[in-house]
């Protein structure tokens, strides 16, 4: 009877243990009887296995992850937009006068600001101080951008050449449209092309100014120049400034003249300009601003 209950008692185990095999691979909860007590009702014991997961079963609960579609040329924009940083803002400390002023950096440094494209009355000239009133009403204290867009980053006299821009407000344009400032200093008298000429040359020929001023640059039929009248330089009528200055850098100039005249004050040539009477002739369409001098720099 013993040996009867003993080989039962076997083949109960074995068949839990098969059954705890299978469960195993299948990798789900089962719940064991055991009998040890010997009364036939049995407790019911949980046990938990954790098999490892098959391929399909992760294909199954996992969380798909969207592949990798951008170019190396759309991650390197990406990376570039993220570390950007935006405009950095000066103040306005000091107005010169009606196309320079002074400006502070946000780390307390200061630097003098001639204004791009445009140029404002002198002292004692009519406007000089209408200009630097409405220049100082726009910015004075301010915080402002200052914005690239001349041929150079600064001009002879260090000061850097940028627009100033009040929010949205372009402050050099403003005082064209006023009648306070002309459109000065760029491609058409050898300065160089700005970002945004065409928008100051067409609000200059669209208004009235203030004293009278203009700065119109005409279309002047050349006649043709007898070669003995040009000292031995040849006549060349050139399209821009740009095509001139590659030939004579500091412009071509009539003879006589000492100075570069901006807006009725002579000033000392940036670039000494070739002195003929003839050359200019020919190229006296050059002269923005009718001071004797084609394309001076």
Same mark, same amino acid.
């Given at each position: 009877?013993?040996?009867?209950?003993?080989?039962?008692?076997?083949?109960?185990?074995?068949?839990?243990?098969?059954?705890?095999?299978?469960?195993?691979?299948?990798?789900?909860?089962?719940?064991?009887?055991?009998?040890?007590?010997?009364?036939?009702?049995?407790?019911? &014991?949980?046990?938990?296995?954790?098999?490892?997961?098959?391929?399909?079963?992760?294909?199954?609960?996992?969380?798909?992850?969207?592949?990798?579609?951008?170019?190396?040329?759309?991650?390197?924009?990406?990376?570039?937009?993220?570390?950007?940083?935006?405009?950095?803002?000066?103040?306005?400390?000091?107005?010169?006068?009606?196309?320079?002023?002074?400006?502070?950096?946000?780390?307390?440094?200061?630097?003098?600001?001639?204004?791009?494209?445009?140029?404002?009355?002198?002292?004692?000239?009519?406007?000089?101080?209408?200009?630097?009133?409405?220049?100082?009403?726009?910015?004075?204290?301010?915080?402002?951008?200052?914005?690239?867009?001349?041929?150079?980053?600064?001009?002879?006299?260090?000061?850097?050449?940028?627009?100033?821009?009040?929010?949205?407000?372009?402050?050099?344009?403003?005082?064209?449209?006023?009648?306070?400032?002309?459109?000065?200093?760029?491609?058409?008298?050898?300065?160089?092309?700005?970002?945004?000429?065409?928008?100051?040359?067409?609000?200059?020929?669209?208004?009235?100014?203030?004293?009278?001023?203009?700065?119109?640059?005409?279309?002047?039929?050349?006649?043709?120049?007898?070669?003995?009248?040009?000292?031995?330089?040849?006549?060349?009528?050139?399209?821009?400034?740009?095509?001139?200055?590659?030939?004579?850098?500091?412009? &071509?100039?009539? &003879?006589?003249?000492?100075?570069?005249?901006?807006?009725?004050?002579?000033?000392?040539?940036?670039?000494?300009? &070739?002195?003929?009477?003839?050359?200019?002739?020919?190229?006296?369409?050059?002269?923005?601003?009718?001071?004797?001098?084609?394309?001076?720099?």
């Amino acid at each position: 009877m013993m040996r009867s209950l003993s080989l039962a008692r076997w083949r109960q185990v074995g068949g839990a243990a098969g059954l705890f095999v299978v469960l195993a691979f299948a990798g789900c909860t089962s719940t064991v009887t055991d009998d040890s007590s010997g009364d036939g009702q049995g407790s019911q &014991v949980e046990t938990r296995v954790t098999a490892t997961p098959t391929a399909e079963h992760l294909a199954a609960t996992s969380t798909p992850i969207a592949p990798e579609t951008a170019t190396p040329a759309a991650s390197a924009a990406t990376e570039a937009a993220r570390i950007a940083k935006p405009p950095e803002m000066w103040t306005v400390r000091r107005i010169i006068d009606g196309d320079t002023v002074e400006v502070e950096s946000p780390n307390g440094s200061m630097e003098t600001v001639r204004v791009v494209g445009i140029d404002t009355p002198e002292r004692g000239e009519c406007g000089f101080s209408e200009a630097g009133e409405a220049l100082s009403r726009l910015t004075l204290n301010q915080r402002i951008t200052l914005v690239p867009g001349a041929r150079d980053d600064r001009d002879r006299y260090d000061r850097l050449l940028r627009y100033l821009d009040v929010g949205a407000t372009d402050a050099g344009l403003e005082l064209i449209k006023a009648g306070l400032a002309i459109a000065r200093y760029d491609s058409r008298d050898g300065y160089g092309r700005h970002t945004r000429e065409d928008a100051y040359v067409a609000a200059d020929a669209a208004t009235e100014h203030r004293c009278g001023v203009t700065n119109s640059t005409p279309a002047i039929p050349i006649a043709p120049v007898p070669p003995a009248a040009t000292g031995g330089l040849p006549i060349q009528v050139f399209r821009n400034c740009a095509e001139l200055n590659a030939v004579y850098p500091g412009g &071509v100039a009539r &003879v006589g003249v000492t100075g570069n005249t901006v807006s009725g004050q002579l000033r000392p040539f940036g670039v000494q300009p &070739v002195f003929d009477d003839a050359l200019y002739q020919a190229n006296t369409a050059r002269d923005g601003d009718k001071d004797g001098i084609a394309c001076e720099r």
